[in-house]
Each structure stands twice: as structure tokens, then as C-alpha cells.
């Protein structure tokens, strides 16, 4: 089972003001310690490029996918953003990484706000994914677009449309999709064939609803506890993984625990004692998956 680490689960996250922001020296150092060999690249500026190859060399990890968020759905922006997509393609493919995961961000500072699309917007929008299809092809990656909260892609409504009008392939993120209102199980059953990525993260449903609702902002759930350790929320990741895993998917399991952290924790405790319950989770489950298919 492929599983890697993202800078998000230690609260480094490229929205201003999201919260304390960890050094890349601790957080990698915290992945090697629970015994991960591969990560997420983390936000723009999070890894100094000039020294990346040392970092993950001295902490024994490897880079494997990129988060990249880009303004897809305006057209007067859409040859600026796409130029912003191939310099992070550059990046992740300078550092061997597999999957350019994108986000069709609203434009908006943060993901708090919903957008809705009208005709001509969702068009941009298939032609501008299209186009990002064609860069990171071009960069030998894998493009996953990521259905999140607080872009124009986050409903089960628009990812159906991703599906029909793009042959993009997508990041199941379990959280995200759960709290755009969609089933993360049902999405696997039917779109096994497009699941390019995964990023694993377990839910309080009843915090989801608040932010769907627009009750509650995205990032005060998240410090609320919307996020918890596999295992610990409302869903079913054993069964996510394995429908996945019976489905043929052979892609990472990325464990996302979003983080907003007030301050630096001491050597030891917080966000490194979640990530391993999550590992600690996740590696029994896939002896069970195992199990179950090898039986």
C-alpha cells in the first residue's frame, strides 16, 4: 500500500493566515519518525527549492504529487493561471512527482465562500481543465482535480459535470467530498475508473453540515475538530479503501488530517500523534483488505 505524508496534516497551508506555520526541517523530520517514505509537496514557498532535493533526501522521502490551485472559470485570466500550472508543474516534476492535483479555485482568499458557475463559466472552466490535462501530460504527471470546499468544484452535481465534460481524472479526497454533501463511497463504486488520487480523511458529519450550510466557516470547523483521525469519524474508510483496492486502483493513499494551529507544538505531541493514529488505522485496515482479497 503506497501511503504518504501532506504538509496540510502539521497546518502548513498556503491560505493567508491560516495559522501557525511549522519549519519544513520539523514536519519532514516528524514524517521520516513515523516511518513515511513519501509526501505531498505542501504549498508554494513551503520547500525552499534550491535546498528540496537535500531536505527529502536527508529524511529519507520521496515527493510524489502537488497541490496547485488555479482560477480556471474567468477567461480573461485563464492563459495567466495556466502559466502559474506549468511553472508548479516544473516544480513537481523537478522533484519527481507523479500527480498535479488541482483545485479549481473561486479566486476567492481561503475557502469559506461558495461560488456557483452559470453556462459560460462552467465552459471556461472544461476548456481551462482540459488545457491543465495537456500540461501536466507534457510534464510526464498524472492530473487529479480535486472537488474541495470553497472552489467551484465541490458539489456531487459538479463533479458529475467534471466527469462528463473533461477527461480528467480526479483526487478523492473523503472529507472534502463529504462535506460538499457528496457520498465519498458511492463516488468510489462509480468512478473507480477516474480516481488518479486519494487523499484519506475522516469527518464529524455533523460539522459538515454546518459549514455546508454556511452555518460555520470552513477554517473554524477545521479548528473545531471537523477532521479527525481515521477511524475516529462518521466515515467509512474501510470501505472506501476497499472498493478502491478491489477496483484496481494502485495510486497513493495520502493521510490528510487538516491542522490550524495556534502556536508551535512541543517535540513529540500534536499534529505527529494524529497522523499516527490515522497510520496506525490505515495499516490494519489494509490487512484486512489484503486479507479479504487474498482469501
Do not use: N
Not at 520539523?26 to 535546498?51: C, S
Request: hydrophobic share 40%.
Amino acid at each position: 500500500m503506497k501511503i504518504a505524508g501532506a504538509p496540510i496534516s502539521w497546518g502548513v497551508c498556503e491560505v493567508p493566515g491560516w495559522g501557525h506555520q511549522m519549519e519544513p526541517e520539523r514536519v519532514l523530520a516528524e514524517m521520516e519518525a513515523l516511518g513515511l517514505h513519501a509526501t505531498e509537496l505542501g504549498p508554494e514557498g513551503f520547500l525552499p527549492i534550491p535546498r528540496a532535493h537535500e531536505l527529502l533526501r536527508e529524511h529519507g522521502l520521496a515527493v510524489v504529487a502537488g497541490f496547485v490551485p488555479a482560477v480556471l472559470h474567468v477567461e480573461s485570466r485563464l492563459e495567466r493561471e495556466l502559466w502559474a500550472v506549468r511553472s508548479a508543474a516544473e516544480v513537481l516534476q523537478g522533484l519527481g512527482g507523479e500527480v498535479l492535483v488541482l483545485a479549481a479555485s473561486s479566486g476567492r482568499t481561503g475557502y469559506d465562500a461558495r461560488e456557483r458557475l452559470d453556462a459560460d463559466g462552467r465552459r471556461v472552466l472544461a476548456e481551462g481543465i482540459g488545457r491543465v490535462v495537456e500540461v501536466a501530460g507534457s510534464h510526464g504527471l498524472r492530473l487529479a482535480v480535486h472537488p474541495h470546499q470553497g472552489t467551484v468544484i465541490e458539489r456531487p452535481e459538479d463533479v458529475d459535470e467534471l466527469l462528463r465534460s473533461t477527461r480528467a481524472d480526479l483526487c478523492l479526497d473523503t472529507g472534502h467530498l463529504a462535506i460538499g454533501g457528496g457520498d465519498p463511497l458511492e463516488l468510489a463504486r462509480a468512478a473507480a475508473d477516474r480516481v488518479a488520487h486519494v487523499h484519506l480523511k475522516d469527518a464529524d458529519l455533523r460539522l459538515a453540515e454546518r459549514v455546508a450550510s454556511g452555518e460555520l466557516r470552513y477554517r473554524d470547523a477545521v479548528k473545531e475538530g471537523l477532521y479527525r483521525p481515521l477511524g475516529d469519524g462518521d466515515l467509512d474508510v474501510l470501505a472506501i479503501v476497499r472498493t478502491l483496492e478491489e477496483a484496481g486502483y494502485r495510486g497513493w493513499y495520502v493521510l490528510e488530517h487538516d491542522e490550524v494551529l495556534d502556536r508551535e507544538p512541543p517535540e513529540g505531541a500534536g499534529p505527529i500523534q494524529v497522523v499516527r493514529r490515522s497510520l496506525t488505522y490505515l495499516e490494519r485496515a489494509w490487512e484486512e483488505v489484503a486479507a479479504a482479497r487474498d482469501g
